[in-house]
C-alpha cells in the first residue's frame, strides 16, 4: 500500500495494519484513490467507512487461509457453517459473515469484481483466495448495492490482488498447534516479469496447502466428551468436564436437594450393543408379557427399553447417561484440507491509452468431515424365533407379536412391510450405533475455474470545462465451480430391515444383538452416496468514469455503466440418498435453475464549498441501480445511496451515509427441491382446537379455504395429530431490502502527528427476509386463522384441503414455501485508531532508533433484532450480548483487537490482544427481553454465561537482505482455553469464535530471486 494509499484511508476512517511506513504529514499532496464503496476516484473520503487489512496484517497473524483473518475482524461474526471446525454435511466451504446476517448477505470481490461461487446458494468460498497474494482488503459494512449490486446487505469485501510482479519469490509457511502438533504447511511460489519494454506484465502463481486433521479426542481436556446441562454431585464438576450425576430427593430441586447445576455426560441412546424399545414397560396389564420379562431379566423395564451384553446372550434394561453413546471422539475439531491453487495475473499496454488486463484462477480443494459411526433408531421387524436370541429373549418377542393389534405398516426406506398379531413377526425399536462400519465420512472435492478479461481506455477530455479525464473501463468474467461430495459408510435402511429377517431356513445376515456385527453383515447394509454441484456465474460491465464539470468547490466526478450477470447452479443428489432410503446422512432433493439480470447504474461526487472558514471540504455522494431481473418475483428494482462528507478542518471531518441495497433471492431460495415433511401440528379448524380459538371468525375462515361447513371444529377435518407439508423453494420471491445509516467522525490532529481516528454509528435493517413460510407449518396455519384472517392471504393460500372433508393430507398438503417472511436489525458503533510515532532508542546491534506503531479496532453492538416472522412484530428476538440456540454465535456488547508493533531497522516485533466480551445464554437473554412471564431463573441454567476472553498472539518479522526474510510467532500464547457450554453448535464451545487450537506456532520464510 503506497504511502499516497495510507493517507487516503486514514481520511476514510480506516483499521490499518502495523505497517513500518510513517503517516504522511496532513499538509501532503494527495493523490486521488480508488477506495471500496465507490467507483469514482478521490483524495478526500470515501462514501462509507472501510476497513483496510495490508498483506503485512494478514502474514502477521499467522493465517494461511483467509477466512481464519476476516472472523476475527470485530465487523463480522463467526461463521460455523463456513470455517474449518464446521465439520458438517454438506460443508468445506469458508465463508464471510459480516454484522451476523449471514455469507449470503455480503459481496466478495476480487480486484472490484465479482468472484466464484460454489453452489445454489451462491456464496465464494474462501478457500479459493490465496491469501499470500493479497495486496489488502478493503471492507466495507453497509448496504453497497447501488455500487456493486445484489448481495452487498450488510457490505463488500474486496481483495485487491498483487498483479505487478517481476521475479520469482517463494515463500513456505509451518503451522504447529501446541496439543497435539498437527502441522498445516503452506507453500507460494510467484513468478513474473515484464515484456514487450515494459509495456505487459504477467504473474503466475502457485499454492500448496496441507492442513492436518484434528479430532474432539485429540483436545479431550474441552471436546472430548458429549456435555448436556445437569444436576450433579457438589464439587465433582470442572469447567473443562461433566460431573457425577445427582438426583434429588422427590420433590426437590437440584440445588435445594444438595446438588448443584453442571455438566454431565450425554450422548446419544443409540448404542452400539443396541437399544430396543417402542415397547410396552414391565408392570401393565399384559400379564404374559410381564411374565416374560421377569424370565429374561427384564423385570424393571422403563421406557428407554433394553441393551444387551457384548456377546448378545443377556439382556438388561438399558440406562441413561451410563449407557449413552459419546459422539464426540470421532468428530473432526480441525477438519484436513488439501489445496492447489493456480493463479495468473497480466496486463498489456496496447498504446499509451489502452490497456488490456486478464485474470485467470484454478484451485482444487479437498476438504473431509467425519462424524461418529451411522445410527439407525427406527421402528423394526424381527422375526419371533430369531436365532441369535436366547429362548427366554425369543418368547419376550412372540409375546411382543401376539400384543399387537391392527395392522401396522413399517417403512425403511425403500421397502415397506405390514406385520399384524400373531404372524411371527415383533415390531421393535431398534436404536443402534454400527461402530462396526466405521465413522461416517464426507469428502468434498471442489474445482473451480474463472476467467477476467478487460479493457481499459483513457478517453481523454471533450473538453477542459465538461467531461475531461474520462477512463473507459470493461470487462467480462466466467466462473465454474464443480463440486463433488463422496459419502461414507452410511448405512441403507431398506438392507438394514432385509438382513435382520430369516430367509426361509436361512439365518438373518447380521446379528445387531450385542457386539456381534460380521463383515458379512457390514457388506450388506453399508452404502456410499455420491452427490454433484456445478455453479457458474457471468458478468460484463463496461463503465465510464470522470470529471463531468468543474464548480467553483472543485470537479464534480461521475461514474456510469451497465452490468449484466447470469448465475446458474445444479444440485445432483444421489439416488439412494434422495429416496430416503440412506441413514448416516441427510436426504436431499434435485435443484436447478438460473437467474439474470441487467443493470445500469450511476454515482455522482459533488464539490459544495471548499477552503472556507471551518469548511476545509464539503461533498455530497450520491448512487443509483436500476435492475432488471429475470425473476417474475422481482422484475425491476432501484437501489440508491447518498450521503455528505464535511471535512471542518485537517484535523476533523465528519461523514454521513444513507443507503438502500437490495438481495435478489438465491438459485436454492427459489429452485431448491421440495421435500414433504410430516410433522405433528392443530388445524384450527378442527377439534383439536382449543375451545377458545374456535370463534365465529375462525368459522369463516375455515368455509372461505375450503371446509365443508358441516365439518368445521369438528373430528373429520383432523383424524390424525400429524399431517404433512410441502417445504423448498419458491420461484415467485421477491427481492430482501434493507436500509443503512452510517454517520462518523475522523480525526487526524496536527498537535499529535501520526495520530488517526475514527468512530462510525451504523444501523442496518432488513426486510423481507427469506425464510420457510411462517416460520414453519403451525404458525402458517395460526397466521391464517388467528391472526391474519383473510383468505387471500399468501398464510391462507399455502394451506391446500380436501374438498370433501376439509383435511389437510396427502395429495392436499400445506405448501410452505420459501418466503419473504422476516425482519433482521442491527445498530452499533465502530471505533478504529492508528498511532505511529518514533523512538530514541533502539536494539542493540540494529539501530540506535526505532519506531511504534499502535493500531486498534473496536466494535459496540449497540442492538441485533431479528423478527422470525414480520406478521408478529411483537415476537422479537433481542440478541445483543448473548448466545444459544436462537441467537446462534456470541454476539458479545464489545468485540475488538489491538496491535502493537516494534520496527527496529530490519526487525519488527508486534504483540496483538483480540478481545471477545461477555455474553450471557439467550434461553434467558431472549425471554427477559420479551417480558415473557415464563423467563427462567438465570441461576436455574447450569453456566448461564461465557467470561470474556482475552487472547494474545506475538509475532516477528526480519528482513535478512532484500532477498530472504523470515517471519513467525505463536498466536494464544497463554493458552486461552474456549469457554464450554451445552448451546454451542459442535465440540462444547462455539468453535468458529473461541480458539479451540491452544497455542499455535507458526514459523515461515520469503525467498526472492
Known sequence: MSGTAIAAAAFVGVALPALAQSTPASNDVLEEVVVTGSRIPRAFSAPTPVNVVGAEEVKLSGNVNIEKMLAQLPQAVASQLGSATSNTVPGGFADVNLRGFGATRNLVLVNGRRFAIYGPEQVTDLNTIPSTLIARTEIVTGGSSAVYGSDAITGVVNFIMRDDFEGVEARAQINLDQPTTTPTYNVDITAGGNFANGRGNVVVAGN???????????????AYDSLSDGCVVKGSGSANGAGTPFTPPAGQGCVA????????????????????????????????????????????????????????????????????????PDNYLIQPQRRVMLNSFGHYDFTDKIRGFMELHYSNNVVDARLAPTNVGAP?????????????????????????????????????????????????????????????????????????????????????????????????????????????????????????????????????????????????????????????QQTAQASVTGKLFPVPAGDVGFSTGVEWRDTSATFTPDSFLASGDVAGFNPGLPTRGSTSVKEVFGELNIPLLRDLPMVDALEANGAFRYSDYSLS?????????????????????????????????????????????????TDPCSSRAPAAQQTAAVRAICAATGVPTANIFTAAVQPNTIFGADFGGNPNLREERSDTYTFGTILTPEFVPGLNLSVDYFKIKLDGAISALGGGLQNTLNLCYNVIQDAGSEFCRAINRNPTTGEINDPYVAKILNANTGRLQTSGIDLAARYSFAADFGFPGLSDVSSFDI????????????????????????????????????????????????????????VRHRYVGKVTTDRYIVPKRQGSAATPALDSIAYPTLAAQNYFDVSFNYDFSDSLQVFGGVNNAFNNRPPITTQGPNSNTFSATYDVLGPEFFLGATVKF
Open 208 to 222: 500448496f496447502l496441507d492442513r492436518g486433521a484434528i479430532t474432539r479426542g485429540d483436545r479431550g481436556s474441552f
Open 257 to 328: 436437594g444438595g446438588g448443584e447445576l453442571g455438566f454431565i455426560r450425554g450422548g446419544s441412546g443409540d448404542i452400539p450393543n443396541g437399544r430396543f424399545s417402542g415397547i410396552p414397560s414391565f408392570g401393565g396389564s399384559n400379564a404374559a408379557l410381564n411374565a416374560a420379562y421377569t424370565a429374561a431379566g427384564l423385570g424393571s423395564l422403563g421406557s428407554r427399553g433394553f441393551t444387551f451384553n457384548d456377546g448378545g446372550t443377556t439382556a438388561r434394561p438399558a440406562i441413561t447417561p451410563q449407557d449413552d453413546f459419546n459422539l464426540g
Open 380 to 536: 423394526t421387524l424381527f422375526n419371533v424365533n430369531n436365532p441369535y436370541l436366547s429362548p427366554a429373549m425369543q418368547e419376550v418377542f412372540r409375546q411382543l407379536d401376539l400384543a399387537e393389534t391392527g395392522t401396522t405398516t413399517v417403512t425403511s426406506g425403500t421397502a415397506t412391510r405390514t406385520t399384524t398379531r400373531g404372524d411371527g413377526l415383533a415390531l421393535v425399536t431398534a436404536g443402534r450405533r454400527y461402530v462396526e462400519v466405521g465413522p461416517r465420512r464426507a469428502t468434498e472435492r471442489r474445482n473451480t475455474y474463472r476467467g477476467a478479461w478487460g479493457f481499459d481506455w483513457d478517453l481523454g477530455s471533450a473538453s477542459e470545462d465538461f467531461l475531461s479525464d474520462l477512463n473507459f473501463n470493461t470487462y467480462y468474467t466466467y466462473a465454474r465451480t464443480e463440486n463433488t461430495l463422496l459419502l461414507q459408510n452410511a448405512i441403507s435402511r431398506s438392507r438394514l430391515q432385509a438382513s435382520l429377517l430369516s430367509n426361509g431356513s436361512t439365518a438373518p445376515v447380521c446379528n445387531i444383538f450385542g457386539a456381534n456385527i460380521s463383515a458379512a453383515c457390514r457388506t450388506a447394509i453399508a452404502i456410499n452416496a455420491t452427490n454433484s454441484t456445478v455453479a457458474t
Open 633 to 681: 418475483g422481482i422484475g425491476s428494482v432501484w437501489t440508491y445511496s447518498g450521503g455528505l462528507d464535511y471535512r471542518a478542518t485537517s484535523d476533523i471531518a465528519f461523514r454521513g451515509q444513507y443507503q438502500r441495497a437490495i438481495r435478489a433471492p438465491n438459485v436454492n431460495e427459489l429452485f431448491g427441491g421440495i421435500n414433504r415433511v410430516v410433522s405433528v401440528a
Open 855 to 910: 493500531s486498534t479496532s473496536y466494535t459496540f453492538l449497540d442492538d441485533f433484532t431479528s423478527t422470525p416472522v414480520a406478521a408478529f412484530p411483537n415476537i422479537q428476538n433481542h440478541c445483543e450480548g448473548s448466545f444459544g440456540p436462537t441467537c446462534g454465535q456470541p454476539l458479545p456488547v464489545w468485540r475488538g483487537s489491538t496491535r502493537v508493533s516494534w520496527n527496529v531497522d530490519a526487525l519488527q516485533l508486534s
